[in-house]
């Protein structure tokens, strides 16, 4: 009888998903991605010294490439955090799909793993989702906003009306990338000149060189680039010269940075604007006013026995208005936020709260309890098994006189 033959191309396209597949399914990959996991903490470990950990999870686990410096270029090193979880996590999955089958001897086996497929899954989703402020407050006093600790923003106020200002926000990666903007909201153009990521201001001196900026406190200030900084301890200080430009002429080149204190303001077409660099603000649904906070010592010592912050939480329509206590280990949850107590500062009348909006927090909590259920399973499964072979050997075993 006839035969029938695929074509060579299919052929050819079936072997190499085969052997695709059996590449993605294979030990040897297992043991490849490990090695580069390893790779990437010892390297990380290393480099945290220079970068701090903020950037070092940058550079290193919420990357796909680890990029270096040879001499002047920049190349690329080996695979990020987010290509050797990827590949790993695919890995496993495939190995389940293609080689075992679901039995309760092996549903241990199987749901520990799940659990970590679970762990790496809500590790991808925190470095994506993942926002970190800070929340500083004196006593008596109330905020409905926390700050940044690494992105600032420039913004653009109209207050004009003494009700209600109207605020704009510009990210601070279009003042880096010289991008011209022209929100609806303003009816006029905002041009970044000039962007520092790390600077120091001091006043002019007579022989200083001509000033950029043409208006505001900028016209008495020069400005000193400055390394930007990585350590965890350190703060950068970015600057930048703005121009307002309107259709008709330009209002003037502003000098904002994160150092000043000073109001800067202009008007146009009988509105009243202030101008002005700040860490990127996140409003909340709701105020915290700090009612006490309290630094306990051990008697005779100076060493800390408590730090904590009792709050008072308060939603503008008056159905939550109640006090809260936060201390070490003891955070709040409310809103979609969670508060820690981070530190104090001012003679112990000022709190920091860290603030962290995370929402694949619960990820990891599943994940480690799938995981322990998975173990306890199959060590329960084993136990049973090995219990249920030795019973018969000891009843029929002789007793000796």
């Not at 990357?63 to 090193?77: A, E, K, Q, R, W």
């Not at 199987?110 to 590790?123: A, M, P």
């Not at 001196?205 to 016209?219: E, R």
């Not at 001012?346 to 619960?362: A, E, F, G, M, Y």
Request: glycine share 6%; charged share 15%.
């Amino acid at each position: 009888m006839p035969t029938t033959s695929q074509p060579p191309a299919a052929s050819h396209a079936a072997e190499a998903l085969r052997a695709l597949r059996r590449l993605f399914v294979s030990l040897k990959l297992t043991i490849v991605l490990l090695s580069f996991s390893m790779l990437l903490i010892f390297a990380a470990t290393l480099d945290q010294v220079n970068l701090g950990i903020w950037a070092v999870q940058e550079k290193y686990f919420r990357s796909f490439v680890v990029y270096g410096n040879l001499g002047s270029i920049t190349v690329p090193l080996f695979p990020g955090g987010y290509v050797v979880g990827g590949l790993l996590m695919l890995n496993l999955a495939g190995a389940y799909v293609s080689r075992f089958a679901f039995t309760w001897r092996k549903a241990g086996i199987l749901l520990s793993h799940f659990g970590l497929i679970l762990l790496l899954v809500g590790e991808l989703l925190t470095g994506l989702w993942q926002e970190d402020f800070h929340l500083r407050l004196n006593e008596g006093e109330t905020r409905n906003y926390a700050e940044s600790y690494r992105d600032n923003e420039l913004v653009l106020v109209d207050v004009t009306d003494p009700k209600f200002d109207e605020v704009v926000a510009i990210p601070e990666a279009l003042l880096a990338g010289k991008t011209a903007v022209q929100h609806p909201k303003l009816p006029f153009r905002v041009v970044p000149k000039i962007f520092y990521p790390n600077s120091i201001l001091q006043m002019r001196a007579k022989d200083a060189p001509p000033a950029v900026a043409t208006a505001g406190i900028g016209q008495r200030i020069l400005v000193a680039p400055q390394p930007v900084t990585y350590r965890p301890k350190e703060q950068n200080l970015p600057a930048a010269f703005v121009e307002i430009a309107t259709p008709e002429s330009s209002l003037g080149v502003f000098l904002v940075s994160t150092q000043l204190d000073a109001v800067q303001e202009f008007t146009y077409e009988g509105h009243t604007w202030r101008i002005a660099l700040r860490p990127r603000r996140i409003y909340q649904p709701f105020s915290l006013s700090l009612l006490k906070f309290s630094h306990d010592r051990y008697p005779g010592t100076q060493i800390p026995k408590n730090f904590s912050s009792r709050l008072r939480v308060n939603t503008p329509d008056g159905r939550d208005d109640r006090e809260v206590l936060i201390y070490m280990n003891n955070p709040l949850r409310y809103g979609g936020f969670t508060f820690y107590q981070a530190g104090f500062e001012n003679n112990d009348r000022t709190t920091i709260l860290q603030v962290v909006r995370n929402p694949s927090w619960l990820f990891p909590y599943v994940a480690c309890a799938l995981m322990s259920l998975g173990l306890l399973l199959q060590f329960g499964v084993h136990l049973v098994g090995f219990v249920s072979r030795r019973r018969p050997a000891t009843v029929n075993s002789p007793v000796s006189a």
